[in-house]
């Protein structure tokens, strides 16, 4: 693989259900971030780790958790999902924390 | 607080030039980023600015003034491709990225 993937492509969650949605980069990028998108609202980041072994919240954090275990991988996860978090959810990294973001091509979750 | 504005569409036509104009009001500035994201994909990295001045990458330029809170994104012969979503993305003291709602660019043959 090259650059960042996710997984799964879609998902249709009932509420109250958990679900991890996956992000994996192979560029050895120690800085990795969640987002999410929805429509006529910019991105707001979730959580994000700068170096494995650490995580941080964002903006939005409530309800998700994250863990940073190795420098490739970095979970997200909805404990007991909610219809306010269907959203187009992407990961994304960069070498370090102050440097460019690269985007993977994103989970669409929709919670009813 | 913290302020990221752009417009939320323009429209312009294939071949001619189209400015995005960015705004912005943020806690800290240690750069500001433009991506591209085409519907239904990902944001891809266009340019970033931390410095004042226009930086130039082929058909795309970004122009930034920090004492203004300005920047912008002008985009030449233009093509039918670049229809987009154009994000700007301000980062601020914490490293961390704010982003704007994105102008969304139609272009018209």
């Known amino acids: 693989i090259a650059g960042i993937t996710q997984a799964p492509t879609s998902q249709i969650l009932a509420a109250g259900r958990r679900m991890t949605l996956r992000c994996t980069q192979d560029m050895r990028h120690n800085a990795m971030y969640w987002y999410r998108q929805d429509l006529g609202l910019g991105l707001r980041l979730i959580h994000y780790?700068?170096?494995?072994?650490?995580?941080g919240k964002g903006e939005v954090p409530d309800g998700y958790s994250v863990s940073r275990a190795n420098t490739d991988d970095f979970p997200l996860t909805l404990a007991s999902a909610v219809p306010s978090q269907t959203s187009v959810y992407f990961c994304?990294?960069?070498?370090?924390?102050?440097?460019?973001?690269?985007f993977g091509p994103g989970t669409r979750l929709l919670v009813l | 607080g913290q302020n990221i504005d752009q417009p939320t569409e323009m429209t312009a036509t294939e071949g001619a030039i189209v400015q995005i104009n960015c705004t912005y009001q943020?806690?800290?500035?240690?750069?500001l980023f433009w991506y591209q994201q085409h519907a239904g994909e990902a944001p891809t990295f266009l340019s970033y600015n931390v410095l004042d001045g226009l930086e130039e990458k082929g058909r795309f330029s970004s122009f930034l003034s920090r004492s203004k809170g300005y920047s912008y994104l002008l985009l030449k012969e233009l093509q039918m491709k670049d229809s987009a979503s154009y994000l700007c993305a301000i980062m601020d003291s914490n490293y961390q990225l704010i982003w704007g709602a994105g102008t969304k660019l139609i272009i018209k043959p």
């Open positions: 994304a990294s960069s070498r370090d924390s102050q440097e460019t973001q690269y």
């Open positions: 780790s700068n170096t494995a072994g650490t995580t």
């Open positions: 943020t806690s800290g500035f240690n750069g």
